[in-house]
């Protein structure tokens, strides 16, 4: 794997170095919102460590992933999960 | 040590003991009733359950039941004052057959159905998977529906109750185990550990536990513990809108508004835990994979435990025993949707002695000894 | 007969017990849900990202020593990274999840060495994206060399809010207040234990030094009372509490940022060894439900042991003798715990043990929370965000004389979320208490799952390999 890579959120370039979780990238690069809500909150990355469940994101087509317990990987597709649809492409 | 003295002492607070307590103080104002229950609001079998009611039964019993309880559902929030309402959906059951032997169990109790009035219908197969694309087409040879099936909360329909008995001087208490029962006079005395209660009457409504407090009287029932588990996911996309029973599978589906799908599994067992046991998900998942394949990736979210009843010809037994002023109301895992129904008709009983009901002649605890036992066909234990 | 040892958690006391376990020559499996082990506070870096620490010198060799002697047998035991345990049983069976495959252990024995996770006060505003937890923010800075934020406010209690501080700042982040609820000088009532980590201490005055040099605001006595922002955090209001944890009127200072990082102390994350039926008892000091155990980390159920800060928050330096400790006591049969043969071959571990225990008295002073701080949560704040719970209905329930956390879990449905009551449990435990005068004694009832699996993961359910 190269070591600086890119990744899309919502369809934008993210810059990511390998090693570093989606949240992180995600938050290097000024996205803080990671996620909305069946209410309609944003919500972010809160716990880190993974046991809030609040950064959970699609990633390449699979919901519910925690962003702050996966490594980024070149070319990976993140998308903010509104409400229920998890940007699912099972 | 604290005496209390009651017309009608009823040990249970699950959906029967409050519908029955609720029931009596309407029949009559100023009745002095106790409802006691061992454990916590909604601890038992009533806050464990898939939460759904249906009146496709193939046993005119049933449906009667059920067909008196879905009414009662219907306008609970009006009749119990709680405009809150108890999240009634009529979304419909579709009870599915997956062989041949099992849609003429299914076209048999259709037919009684229609007898009774109920909008029930057959389904093929395609109009099966139309209505929920995420079923498997594997084995199924057809179901029925009825639209006006549905599910509520089981926690705001006890609440709701709770509320209206406590509004009408009803005395519930949680927390109060009885140890034993014995007789007293013309009446009863239970040993409660917070004390003991004196009462002219007694409604057993603790479901399988009925035969230990009979037992301390000397009388016995064929009542045995059915311990079931489920399963919910995680909130997902709507997929499943109709509550769900296979016959073949002994799955129970329901998808609650908040997206999450409640399994609940039945399978042979014994005992009387509500712990999750260890073999259980591997028991169910490619079980629930087989009858729906489009839940594979969800993630389980959960799962618990919960106990009913069993009787030897699965039937609800309410009625007065042997012992005059001893009643029971057993649900045979079927209690939150005849709880109304079975709380009017045991309030009839116990206040008025009014046995006219067919339902009391046939479901009584008598025909144990008479050997009058009677057959439910559509059957999954759900 | 080699006697299967299987570990959950590959911290400091999961590492430990390992080593100890294999070198009493067990078969090893220890479980992880990290690419790499360390735990969080000995949270490792992808090797790409490695270089340019922040933490302090002597902190960093504890850290390298302990992982090199875990990584001097790792081929020798079966080390399941990123594998989740999401069951266990009281019949000691253990049900992982790893890849798209789930599987059973049948150990002799199991460690649970899960460790602890932080532990928030909610308040007005809290769920804004911005507003984390002050070691997931550290997590971020450690493993991943990203700055959570460019304008942190750090607030909370204990140590690590200055850690966390001191570390931003030496990765060139701005801080721009530092609100602590009491001073670190809280510890100096403890003389004795001081002195008993008086090398800790000299890690913690250069991480003052730190923050003090670079000129922090420090707000002794504040905490957050209110997360401000639209989409997500641009201020954050922070006030003055008294002795009892009541907001002092007039004190408010607000404060623009785009990362609020807080930590309150921290709660054990016992889900598992409460799953197996294991005796529990509250101490919200140390971690809040923690299994009872004895000196050897064994709990009431044979053949499970719990050892480091998930069975009581006491730092890195006590999980990772406990874990040599316990990882001894499970090697060894049952009958032997105690004897005087272990006894004497553990003393040295032991004593150690016992100075760095005594040292964690003058921390604890620090982590002490006035139950009446909890009236930071009002009526409309969010306590259960899974479900978005607000502590209006939670109190509702409370009054209405559902007191057990199952029972309010039944009538509010806090903690039947996504991250099954991790976030606010403890929460609902501390408020039930002030509102009524009684904490609830009983934790909710455990269950699976303890991360959430999918079905298809389960029907791939590979069987342990008969003994």
């Known amino acids: 794997m190269p070591s600086e890579f890119q990744i899309t959120f919502e369809g934008k370039a993210i810059a990511a170095r390998e090693g570093q979780s989606v949240a992180a990238a995600l938050v290097a690069a000024g996205e803080r919102c990671l996620r909305v809500d069946e209410a309609g909150n944003p919500k972010g990355a809160v716990c880190g460590i993974g046991f809030c469940w609040e950064c959970r994101c699609s990633i390449d087509g699979v919901p519910d992933i925690r962003a702050c317990m996966t490594q980024v990987r070149p070319g990976m597709i993140v998308r903010r999960q509104r409400g229920l649809d998890g940007c699912s492409e099972r | ?382 | 007969m080699q006697r299967a040892i299987a570990i959950i958690g590959a911290g400091p006391a999961g590492m430990a017990a390992a080593v100890e376990a294999v070198r009493r020559g067990c078969r090893v499996t220890l479980v992880d849900e990290g690419p790499r082990p360390g735990g969080q506070i000995y949270r490792q870096a992808h090797p790409s990202l490695a270089g340019g620490e922040f933490a302090e010198p002597a902190e960093l060799a504890r850290k390298r020593r302990l992982i090199a002697a875990f990584q001097a047998v790792i081929d020798r035991i079966d080390y399941r990274a990123e594998a989740t345990v999401y069951a266990v049983f009281p019949n000691g069976e253990i049900h992982l999840a790893q890849g798209d495959r789930t599987e059973v252990l049948r150990p002799d024995a199991m460690i649970i060495a899960t460790g602890v996770r932080e532990q928030a006060i909610p308040f007005p505003g809290w769920t804004l994206p911005g507003v984390m937890f002050a070691g997931g923010a550290q997590a971020m800075l450690k493993a991943q060399r990203v700055l959570p934020g460019r304008n942190a406010v750090i607030a909370g209690c204990g140590p690590l809010p200055l850690v966390v501080a001191a570390q931003l700042l030496r990765a060139g982040g701005r801080i721009a207040a530092l609100a602590s609820l009491r001073s670190l000088r809280t510890m100096l009532r403890h003389p004795g234990s001081l002195w008993s980590g008086r090398h800790i201490l000299r890690e913690g005055l250069r991480y003052e030094r730190t923050v003090r040099r670079a000129g922090v605001l420090q707000l002794t006595g504040y905490v957050p009372v209110r997360a401000i922002g639209g989409e997500h955090l641009e201020a954050v209001a922070l006030a003055r509490i008294d002795a009892e944890g009541r907001v002092v009127p007039g004190t408010e200072q607000r404060i623009a940022c785009d990362l609020l990082a807080i930590n309150y102390g921290f709660v054990a994350n016992s889900e598992l060894v409460a799953m197996t039926g294991a005796e529990m008892r509250r101490d919200p000091l140390i971690g809040g439900w923690l299994p009872v155990i004895d000196t050897f980390g064994r709990t009431s159920v044979p053949g499970v042991f719990a050892a480091g800060d998930g069975a009581g928050l006491r730092g890195a330096l006590v999980a990772e003798c406990d874990g040599t400790i316990v990882g001894a006591a499970a090697s060894v049969p049952s009958t032997a715990v105690g004897g005087a043969t272990l006894q004497a071959e553990l003393a040295e571990t032991v004593a150690r043990r016992a100075r760095h225990l005594d040292f964690q008295q003058a921390v604890r002073a620090t982590l002490r929370l006035p139950l009446g701080l909890w009236r930071l949560v009002t009526d409309e704040t969010v306590v259960c965000r899974c479900e978005n719970v607000r502590f209006g209905e939670i109190r509702e329930a409370l009054a209405s004389g559902h007191r057990s956390l199952n029972a309010v879990k039944r009538n509010v449905r806090s903690g039947m979320g996504w991250c099954g009551g991790r976030t606010c449990l403890h929460a609902i435990a501390a408020l039930a208490e002030l509102a009524t005068g009684e904490a609830p004694t009983e934790m909710m009832t455990p269950r699976p799952m303890a991360r959430p699996v999918p079905f298809a993961a389960i029907a791939r359910q590979k069987k342990a390999a008969a003994e």
């Open chain 2, 1 to 382: 040590m604290t005496k209390d003295k009651f017309d009608v002492l009823i040990i249970g607070a699950g959906a029967y003991g409050l519908s029955c307590a609720w029931w009596m103080a309407k029949r009559r104002a100023g009745a002095r009733i106790l409802v006691v229950d061992e454990g916590e609001f909604a601890s038992g079998a009533s806050g464990r359950n898939g939460a759904g009611f249906r009146m496709q039964w193939g046993l005119d019993l049933n449906i009667r039941l059920c067909q008196e309880s879905t009414r009662f559902f219907e306008t609970a929030a009006e009749q119990l004052d709680y405009p809150r309402g108890i999240e009634l959906k009529q979304g419909g059951y579709l009870v599915l057959a997956h062989s041949e032997k099992a849609l003429a169990t299914l076209k048999g109790s259709l037919e009684v159905q229609h007898r009774y009035g109920v909008p029930s219908e057959l389904l093929n197969p395609d109009d099966c998977v139309k209505m929920v694309p995420a079923l498997g087409r594997n084995r199924l040879v057809g179901g029925t529906f009825c639209g006006k099936d549905g599910t509520i909360s089981p926690f705001l329909l006890l609440d709701s109750l709770l509320k209206a008995c406590r509004r009408e001087k009803v005395d519930v208490r949680y927390g109060t185990r009885v140890e034993k029962l014995e007789r007293n006079g013309g009446g009863f005395r239970a040993h409660v550990n917070t004390g003991s209660i004196e009462a002219d009457k007694i409604l057993l409504c603790t479901d399988w536990a009925v035969p230990e407090l009979l037992a301390s009287l000397g009388l016995n029932l064929p009542v045995k513990s059915l311990p079931k588990e489920a399963i919910v996911t995680v909130p997902c996309t709507p997929r499943v809108k109709p509550i769900l029973i296979s016959l073949e599978h002994h799955i129970s589906v329901n998808q609650v508004s908040r997206g999450s799908i409640v399994f609940v599994v039945s399978r042979a067992r014994e005992g009387k835990e509500i712990a999750s046991t260890p073999d259980f998900l591997a028991f169910a998942a490619p079980k629930i994979i087989d009858l729906l394949p489009g839940v594979a990736d969800v993630p389980v979210l959960r799962t618990w435990g919960g106990v009913s009843s069993l009787t030897p010809d699965m039937q609800p037994i309410l009625g007065e025993t042997e012992i005059e002023g001893l009643y029971v109301a057993v649900s045979s895992f079927r209690g939150l949707m005849t709880s109304p129904a079975v709380g009017r008709i045991m309030s009839a009983l116990i206040l008025e002695n009014d046995t006219n009901d067919p339902v009391l002649t046939k479901l009584s605890p008598r025909r144990f000894r008479t050997g009058e036992l009677i057959v439910e066909p559509l059957l999954n234990q759900e």
